[in-house]
């Protein structure tokens, strides 16, 4: 069974979620640990001769230590580069919180000593018409890594997100800060000094932006610039 099992959300979608989720497993790995990772359901697949794959779900799955089928890390794939749930209801299928549950429950019985999973946009993008992913974390009663984009508006939006989670009774292990882009924000350090205060959960990171780099190269170069010893410990 994994040790320990952190939800990964972020402030928006776009903000980095799986760099961050590839950078921390790159991170554990170096530290000697095994890890697994999921992204349950993922929009924006292409189509490939072994089906659907999307770019996020295979970033995952190179980035683990336990060798996994692709269909076990992204079981439910979306073609539509659109929301999950409009994604699902084109293509004929019902997304439910507990169908994801399920799957996740399914990763936790395998061995490892950190498993990730990745969620969808931000903390309360819909599945369906009654329920938001949260439904998902709170039923696992998981706790929480959250991603901030290091641009304007980002205090708002973690501290609105950082809210909502512990609303939904969970604890925020964690937050870091990614540059989903090249330029600097302005007053860069007054904001991250601001989230270090207020944001109530240990800065696991800041993640600067790579100029040419290879995309399979990002995650291991990206984990030297984090502290995931809040995460593994015990």
Request: hydrophobic content about 45%; charged content about 15%; overall charge negative.
């Amino acid at each position: 069974m994994a040790k320990h099992t952190y939800f990964v959300t972020g402030t928006d979608t776009g903000v980095g979620k799986t760099i961050v989720s590839a950078a921390i497993l790159e991170a554990a790995k170096a530290a000697g640990k095994r890890t697994l990772a999921m992204k349950p359901i993922a929009s924006g697949c292409d189509q490939t001769p072994e089906g659907l794959r999307n770019e996020d779900a295979l970033m995952l799955q190179a980035a683990i230590t336990e060798k996994l089928p692709y269909d076990t890390i992204n079981p439910i794939a979306l073609e539509p580069a659109i929301a999950p749930h409009v994604a699902a209801q084109q293509a004929g299928k019902q997304v439910t919180a507990q169908r994801i549950v399920g799957f996740c429950r399914g990763m936790q019985i395998r061995p490892a000593d950190l498993l990730l999973i990745e969620g969808a946009g931000g903390w309360q993008v819909p599945l369906n018409d009654r329920e938001t992913y949260a439904a998902v974390p709170g039923e696992l009663k998981l706790p929480v890594i959250l991603v901030v984009p290091l641009q304007l508006g980002c205090i708002n939006h973690a501290m609105l997100s950082a809210e909502a989670i512990r609303a939904d009774g969970l604890v925020v292990a964690g937050w870091v800060g990614n540059h989903p882009e090249e330029q600097v924000m302005s007053c860069e350090q007054d904001t991250l000094n601001y989230l270090s205060t207020h944001l109530g959960a240990p800065c696991l990171g800041v993640l600067p932006w790579l100029e040419n780099t290879d995309t399979a190269e990002m995650p291991a170069i990206l984990s030297r610039y984090l502290n995931i010893t809040p995460l593994i410990e015990n």
